[in-house]
């Protein structure tokens, strides 16, 4: 890359990252709507927002909402397993955040009228981010990002075009560990996605196991 590319670059990456900065000064002082009033914290998410990787979940449960982190309990402790798998980690290679940012009360599904207040930050991480690719974690993610009418059993598995940017329906972390027999499909999910990692950001990435 030339000296005069790089500078460049890297300027992007400075604004891409204060814009981001701004961006959390904002979520995480969010009312809009009503699970605001029971959270202790506002999960924005967390990773490299340069790693090409944007994974997106449903809604943080207990654990997250106590320490204000993504994925932290028992389902985030398998999709860790699943990411080191693939030579993955939140270091690195993705950021991870979700559809609604605050917890819903017993870890229900976030109604749709949540989401729908949401939703405009995700959209707005995505555009900053940038991601090559994201994962959709499970049926609430595939629903809010694809539309209604998809079904995870049928559409994991497939990449899919939203919006101009390539996505891979997987199941939850949280349905392997009712259903440990969905584990196989995901792994073969995974290994798409490192193929594409390897085609579309990084030809050398290491895997052990794939
Ligand atoms: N399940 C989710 O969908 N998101 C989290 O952050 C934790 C558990
Ligand atoms: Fe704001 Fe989203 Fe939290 Fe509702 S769930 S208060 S819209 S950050
Ligand atoms: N059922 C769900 O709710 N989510 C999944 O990811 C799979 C089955």
């Known amino acids: 890359m030339k000296f005069s590319t790089a500078l460049k670059v890297n300027q992007e990456i400075d604004i891409r990252n204060s814009e981001l900065k701004s961006l959390y000064e904002e979520v995480i002082n969010c009312n809009k709507c009503a699970l605001s009033k029971m959270r202790n914290h506002v999960i924005f998410g967390e990773g490299n927002p340069a790693g090409g990787i944007l994974i997106i979940g449903e809604a943080p449960g207990r654990d997250e909402d106590i320490q204000g982190r993504p994925f932290v309990g028992k389902s985030g402790q398998l999709l ?39 939703m405009p930050w995700l959209i707005r991480q995505i ?22 009418d998809y079904r995870i059993t049928r559409v994991r598995g497939k990449w899919l ?50």
């Open 161 to 210: 075009n939203i919006e101009g940017r390539l996505a891979m329906p997987v199941y939850h972390p949280a349905a392997l560990l009712r259903d440990p027999a969905l584990k196989r499909d995901t792994w073969s999910d995974f290994k798409q996605i490192v193929f594409k990692y390897r085609e579309l950001v990084n030809p050398q990435h290491y895997s052990a196991h794939v």
């Open 80 to 118: 860790d397993k699943i990411l080191a798998a693939c030579g993955f980690s939140r270091k690195e290679h993705v950021f991870i955040s979700n559809i609604v940012k605050c917890r819903p009360p017993d870890n229900r599904v976030p109604s749709p009228e949540e989401a729908k207040i949401c």
């Open 127 to 148: 555009e900053l981010i940038d991601p090559k690719i994201m994962i959709l974690l499970g049926a609430t993610a595939l629903k809010y990002m694809a539309g209604n």
